[in-house]
């Protein structure tokens, strides 16, 4: 291959001429799908039982994809580090799932969600892999509402509609304000049918730690038993990731407390590229932290700004109480500057702008850190008993959280880390560079771009699990010849004692600061350098003092306990060693995309209005980073092509 | 605020359990009770003694995995909220704690206030699903499904399986949990097929993991943080009954 090499790694990283191919076939986006379902090769049902697939995470990606080729024939194991699938992070969305049914006639269409969600993704994703997401959505709904998935209804029975950010028709399907607890108990019922008929063998507390590859294939993964600590590997003809997103690398974040990046950033050091890994999304509307004792930000579902009005005094440093502004002091920003969406402009702008109100000194609250979301117009036109209907959970667990009744004054919120659109390279197929390993929903990076609209990451969750890798992962066992593998071979004892020498290491450092102080304090560097507003300056001293800070974790970092128990330490330690590493490389991804897109907004790069200002000529690419093994990762680029939607400057004016 | 904390502590299934008191100072009361422990367990990595043990995950009060007793109440003193939602402004400065793990036969206690709930998992894959395929179902909107009918499958399928009502009922019953399931699938048009069969088959799994009977208590109710309603148990002992002159559930 060949290299070009410039002299300092922090302005222009070294890498590979040759473009990467994402495998997408050729032809008109809109039949792709369907002709390459027919031309992938197949598996006789009567032969499936013979091949062995190792899912790891049991959300709605890993579960729908586990209980779907469980149903096949495959012989499935899935592994999970909750104590049941059904427990995993996706349970946690709230407001809905998108699908281009059109029920509401409202102009929807599959072209329409597609073009919603490359022009959403401000176009930094891969046209046809969107194409197809919306293509499946259809049947997502239709395959969740067979499983029983009590979705919101209307008087006649059908299924009823609410509105997310970022598009003018109401496509979303909602189960109250639990949408993804409800999808997560479909799959994960599909899943327990499986688990009962014998093709799924579920192994819950039990957390990956690195990926075997033999020959250049992932032919198997090394596990942790949780509750004993031990390690073994776990040998199969192919394995698939689906082990959700990053975020939790900010510290503070709307991700479950054990939500990890260690499975994709241990493939990743196999060899696994990674791409867009400063893709980023801060989702606008989250209760403001409070103090130091914070252990987690809670997000209050987008689809309360179906009826939620966001605002902030006029004049900054107005320290009056809400009820006591008069209409004409308040500064409703959002329906001011992007009148077609108002309310509803999607996640990145949305979040910007709460920043600039709190930044010019506009903010809400004790520590002025939040914006209102006022329901105040809502309740007035619609009657509370309609918003208590509709949001009822969302107002009971704000109030639990702040003592205050949102009926009676206004939410305050404010951005908060959510969804990582990075994540580990595919190509069409789901597969990474690595062949057999397979990446899905929110592990890779494919179907958002540089910003996911609301509702999305469900139906991509879903789209992967439950249609595309069932279609794509036979065509790889099937056009490919296995050679058997056994727990003997070198590459399977050097995985075993790479995670016993991570594990030994962090034992013995008996330092005397926790696994939490170091975590906290790479938070902070991450969201300040590296969070809403990113600036070179500001991620060459970031990527200055997250060496550092790593340094002194291993010099001082104290484990309590032992390697051979139950040990909650350690394995938040173990995920720490991934997440200096891994923030390291957003660092380096945002500081060599010059150009501001989506989630990713660079100061230097903005229009007059604060407006994120993209540079097509230069950036319209995937950047996959290849894993060296010193701090000089090296770039390969996946030229995105618009052949279907054109290139164009995002307005929600 | 100041707290006196009296929590569980056993180091494995294997070995003895007993209470170790703390003393806990600073304690915001915005903060969360799970908050207000991972402080203790700050403060006892500080002075270099193991933190106390605690499952938990996504701290909104969804995933189900977090749960203690607390002062003999499963979840705590406020209604309707699980341990992470509670938050420390229900306390007051000087209160006295006691902290326990979920008590009951079927869910041995596998480290301090760790409990293993895997039996809820085998309850729910002795049938509590409804067997269709991916790819099998039509189209989302051919079956209209009354909105009474969904609203009562959501009331039922709001439960997060996180055991309280099996911690705080005196017999160790999970008859709230079981009949939820129940009720969810059993109320909708798509789960008719299964109905009897599922009834039969979930309550022979949850009898054979050692789950106690009811007894009319309604101490699970007042407990569950998603205010899952006892009815949906006189619902599950109504279908097992038709089951039973049926002759259901033996497949």
Same mark, same amino acid.
């Given at each position: 291959?060949?290299?070009?090499?410039?002299?300092?790694?922090?302005?222009?990283?070294?890498?590979?001429?040759?473009?990467?191919?994402?495998?997408?076939?050729?032809?008109?986006?809109?039949?792709?799908?369907?002709?390459?379902?027919?031309?992938?090769?197949?598996?006789?049902?009567? &032969?499936?039982?013979?091949?062995?697939?190792?899912?790891?995470?049991?959300?709605?990606?890993?579960?729908?994809?586990?209980?779907?080729?469980?149903?096949?024939?495959?012989?499935?194991?899935?592994?999970?580090?909750?104590?049941?699938?059904?427990?995993?992070?996706?349970?946690?969305?709230?407001?809905?799932?998108?699908?281009?049914?059109?029920?509401?006639?409202?102009?929807?269409?599959?072209?329409?969600?597609?073009?919603?969600?490359?022009?959403? #993704? =401000?176009?930094?994703?891969?046209?046809?892999?969107?194409?197809?997401?919306?293509?499946?959505?259809?049947?997502? @709904?239709?395959?969740?509402?067979?499983? #029983?998935?009590?979705?919101?209804?209307?008087?006649?029975?059908?299924?009823?509609?609410?509105?997310?950010?970022?598009?003018?028709?109401?496509?979303?399907?909602?189960?109250?304000?639990?949408?993804?607890?409800?999808?997560?108990?479909?799959?994960?019922?599909?899943?327990?049918?499986?688990?009962?008929?014998?093709?799924?063998?579920?192994?819950?507390?039990?957390?990956?730690?690195?990926?075997?590859?033999?020959?250049?294939?992932?032919?198997?993964?090394?596990?942790? =038993?949780?509750?004993?600590?031990?390690?073994?590997?776990?040998?199969? =003809?192919?394995?698939?990731?689906?082990?959700?997103?990053?975020?939790?690398?900010?510290?503070?974040?709307?991700?479950?407390?054990?939500?990890? #990046?260690?499975?994709?950033?241990?493939?990743?050091?196999?060899?696994?590229?990674?791409?867009?890994?400063?893709?980023?999304?801060?989702?606008?509307?989250?209760?403001?932290?409070?103090?130091?004792?914070?252990?987690?930000?809670?997000?209050?579902?987008?689809?309360?700004?179906?009826?939620?009005?966001?605002?902030?005094?006029?004049?900054?440093?107005?320290?009056? +109480?809400?009820?006591?502004?008069?209409?004409?002091?308040?500064?409703?920003?959002?329906?001011?500057?992007? +009148?077609?969406?108002?309310?509803?402009?999607?996640?990145?702008?949305?979040?910007?702008?709460?920043?600039?109100?709190?930044?010019?000194?506009?903010?809400?609250?004790?520590?002025?850190?939040?914006?209102?979301?006022?329901?105040?117009?809502? @309740?007035?036109?619609?009657?509370?008993?309609?918003?208590?209907?509709?949001?009822?959970?969302?107002?009971?667990?704000?109030? &639990?959280?702040?003592?205050?009744?949102?009926?009676?004054?206004?939410?305050?919120?404010?951005?908060?880390?959510?969804?990582?659109?990075?994540?580990?390279?595919?190509?069409?197929?789901?597969?990474?560079?690595?062949?057999?390993?397979?990446?899905?929903?929110?592990?890779?990076?494919?179907?958002?771009?540089?910003?996911?609209?609301?509702?999305?990451?469900?139906?991509?969750?879903?789209?992967?699990?439950?249609?595309?890798?069932?279609?794509?992962?036979?065509?790889?066992?099937?056009?490919?010849?296995?050679?058997?593998?056994?727990?003997?071979?070198?590459?399977?004892?050097?995985?075993?004692?790479?995670?016993?020498?991570?594990?030994?290491?962090?034992?013995?450092?008996?330092?005397?600061?926790?696994?939490?102080?170091?975590?906290?304090?790479?938070?902070?560097?991450?969201?300040?350098?590296?969070?809403?507003?990113?600036?070179?300056?500001?991620?060459?001293?970031?990527?200055?003092?997250?060496?550092?800070?790593?340094?002194?974790?291993?010099? &001082?970092?104290?484990?309590?306990?032992?390697?051979?128990?139950?040990?909650?330490?350690?394995?938040?330690?173990?995920?720490?060693?991934?997440?200096?590493?891994?923030?390291?490389?957003?660092?380096?991804?945002?500081?060599?995309?010059?150009?501001?897109?989506?989630?990713?907004?660079?100061?230097?790069?903005?229009?007059?209005?604060?407006?994120?200002?993209? &540079?097509?000529?230069?950036?319209?690419?995937?950047?996959?980073?290849?894993?060296?093994?010193?701090?000089?990762?090296?770039?390969?680029?996946? +030229?995105?092509?618009?052949?279907?939607?054109?290139?164009?400057?995002?307005?929600?004016? | 605020?100041?707290?006196?904390?009296?929590?569980?502590?056993?180091?494995?299934?294997?070995?003895?359990?007993?209470?170790?008191?703390?003393?806990?100072?600073?304690?915001?009361?915005?903060?969360?009770?799970?908050?207000?422990?991972?402080?203790?367990?700050?403060?006892?990595?500080?002075?270099?003694?193991?933190?106390?043990?605690?499952?938990?995950?996504?701290?909104?009060?969804?995933?189900?995995?977090?749960?203690?007793?607390?002062?003999?109440?499963?979840?705590?003193?406020?209604?309707?909220?699980?341990?992470?939602?509670?938050?420390?402004?229900?306390?007051?400065?000087?209160?006295?704690?006691?902290?326990?793990?979920?008590?009951?036969?079927? /869910?041995?206690?596998?480290?301090?206030?760790?409990?293993?709930?895997?039996?809820?998992?085998?309850?729910?894959?002795?049938?509590?699903?409804? *067997?269709?395929?991916?790819?099998?179902?039509?189209?989302?909107?051919?079956?209209?499904?009354?909105?009474?009918?969904?609203?009562?499958?959501?009331?039922?399928?709001?439960?997060?399986?996180? $055991?309280?009502?099996?911690?705080?009922?005196?017999?160790? *019953?999970? %008859?709230?949990?079981?009949?939820?399931?129940?009720?969810?699938?059993? *109320?909708?048009?798509?789960?008719?097929?299964?109905?009897?069969?599922?009834?039969?088959?979930?309550?022979?799994? %949850?009898?054979?993991?050692? /789950?106690?009977?009811?007894?009319?208590? $309604?101490?699970?109710?007042?407990?569950?943080?998603?205010?899952?309603?006892?009815? /949906?148990?006189?619902?599950?002992?109504?279908?097992?009954?038709?089951?039973?002159?049926?002759?259901?559930?033996?497949?």
């Amino acid at each position: 291959m060949s290299v070009t090499t410039t002299q300092t790694m922090t302005e222009v990283p070294t890498f590979v001429e040759a473009t990467l191919d994402g495998r997408v076939p050729s032809g008109p986006v809109q039949t792709m799908w369907e002709r390459t379902k027919f031309e992938m090769k197949l598996i006789n049902p009567s &032969n499936r039982r013979k091949f062995k697939v190792i899912i790891v995470g049991s959300g709605l990606a890993g579960g729908a994809a586990a209980a779907t080729l469980g149903e096949q024939g495959y012989n499935v194991e899935c592994y999970a580090y909750q104590d049941s699938p059904r427990r995993a992070h996706s349970v946690a969305a709230q407001g809905g799932i998108n699908a281009a049914k059109n029920y509401r006639n409202d102009g929807d269409s599959v072209y329409r969600l597609f073009y919603d969600t490359v022009k959403g #993704g =401000d176009f930094r994703a891969r046209e046809a892999n969107v194409y197809r997401l919306a293509e499946v959505s259809n049947a997502i @709904i239709d395959q969740c509402v067979a499983q #029983g998935v009590p979705f919101a209804r209307e008087y006649g029975g059908m299924l009823d509609n609410r509105s997310f950010g970022g598009a003018q028709v109401s496509r979303t399907f909602y189960a109250r304000g639990q949408t993804g607890q409800q999808l997560l108990l479909g799959a994960y019922q599909a899943l327990a049918r499986q688990i009962a008929a014998g093709t799924v063998k579920m192994f819950t507390r039990t957390e990956m730690l690195d990926l075997i590859v033999i020959n250049g294939r992932a032919r198997g993964i090394v596990v942790r =038993d949780m509750r004993t600590g031990e390690i073994t590997p776990r040998l199969a =003809d192919v394995v698939v990731l689906g082990t959700g997103g990053y975020s939790n690398v900010f510290y503070l974040s709307t991700n479950a407390k054990g939500c990890n #990046g260690t499975a994709i950033w241990r493939a990743h050091k196999r060899g696994a590229y990674f791409a867009n890994p400063c893709y980023t999304q801060i989702h606008p509307t989250c209760i403001p932290p409070v103090g130091e004792h914070q252990s987690k930000l809670t997000l209050m579902s987008e689809s309360l700004r179906n009826d939620g009005r966001i605002w902030v005094p006029k004049q900054p440093g107005d320290t009056r +109480p809400a009820d006591q502004i008069p209409e004409n002091e308040r500064y409703y920003y959002l329906e001011e500057m992007y +009148p077609s969406y108002g309310n509803l402009a999607p996640r990145d702008i949305s979040s910007r702008a709460a920043k600039r109100q709190v930044d010019s000194g506009r903010g809400v609250g004790p520590l002025r850190n939040g914006v209102y979301l006022d329901f105040a117009d809502s @309740i007035k036109r619609l009657g509370e008993k309609v918003i208590r209907d509709r949001y009822g959970n969302l107002f009971d667990m704000y109030e &639990n959280i702040t003592g205050e009744n949102a009926y009676k004054t206004p939410m305050r919120i404010y951005p908060a880390p959510h969804y990582t659109m990075g994540g580990l390279w595919v190509d069409y197929y789901l597969m990474s560079n690595i062949p057999g390993l397979f990446v899905i929903g929110e592990a890779n990076f494919s179907d958002h771009g540089a910003n996911r609209l609301g509702a999305s990451a469900l139906m991509q969750g879903l789209a992967d699990g439950y249609f595309v890798l069932p279609a794509t992962l036979p065509n790889y066992l099937a056009s490919t010849k296995l050679e058997k593998v056994d727990a003997g071979a070198d590459a399977v004892k050097e995985a075993v004692a790479n995670v016993q020498n991570i594990t030994q290491r962090l034992m013995n450092t008996k330092g005397t600061k926790s696994v939490d102080h170091y975590h906290r304090e790479l938070g902070k560097i991450i969201w300040e350098y590296c969070g809403m507003g990113r600036t070179a300056e500001g991620l060459q001293k970031a990527l200055q003092l997250i060496p550092e800070l790593e340094a002194e974790f291993w010099e &001082n970092v104290r484990v309590t306990g032992t390697a051979n128990e139950l040990n909650q330490e350690l394995e938040k330690a173990g995920r720490l060693v991934d997440y200096f590493e891994l923030g390291r490389l957003m660092c380096i991804d945002a500081l060599n995309r010059n150009e501001s897109c989506g989630g990713h907004f660079r100061e230097e790069y903005q229009t007059e209005e604060g407006e994120a200002q993209r &540079n097509d000529t230069e950036y319209a690419y995937v950047a996959a980073w290849e894993y060296t093994g010193d701090d000089r990762p090296l770039l390969h680029k996946e +030229p995105l092509k618009f052949e279907t939607v054109k290139l164009a400057t995002r307005s929600y004016k | 605020m100041r707290l006196k904390l009296r929590i569980w502590r056993q180091k494995n299934a294997q070995s003895e359990g007993r209470f170790v008191d703390y003393n806990l100072d600073g304690v915001s009361e915005d903060s969360s009770f799970l908050e207000m422990l991972d402080l203790l367990n700050q403060q006892l990595i500080d002075r270099n003694e193991e933190p106390v043990h605690f499952d938990h995950d996504c701290r909104e009060g969804i995933c189900g995995m977090c749960g203690l007793m607390i002062n003999g109440i499963a979840h705590g003193p406020k209604a309707a909220v699980t341990t992470c939602q509670l938050h420390m402004r229900v306390f007051k400065d000087g209160d006295s704690i006691t902290i326990e793990p979920w008590r009951a036969k079927a /869910f041995p206690v596998m480290k301090d206030l760790i409990v293993d709930r895997s039996a809820f998992d085998r309850i729910v894959q002795a049938g509590g699903y409804i *067997s269709v395929n991916t790819g099998q179902a039509p189209d989302a909107n051919v079956i209209p499904v009354p909105k009474e009918q969904a609203d009562r499958a959501m009331d039922a399928a709001a439960c997060i399986g996180c $055991g309280a009502c099996v911690a705080a009922c005196p017999n160790g *019953s999970a %008859m709230l949990f079981t009949s939820a399931k129940l009720a969810h699938l059993n *109320s909708l048009p798509q789960g008719q097929a299964e109905r009897f069969d599922r009834a039969v088959l979930m309550v022979n799994q %949850m009898d054979a993991e050692g /789950f106690g009977g009811c007894t009319n208590i $309604g101490e699970c109710e007042a407990v569950c943080p998603k205010e899952i309603s006892l009815d /949906f148990i006189a619902m599950m002992n109504r279908d097992l009954l038709r089951a039973s002159l049926m002759g259901k559930g033996k497949r």
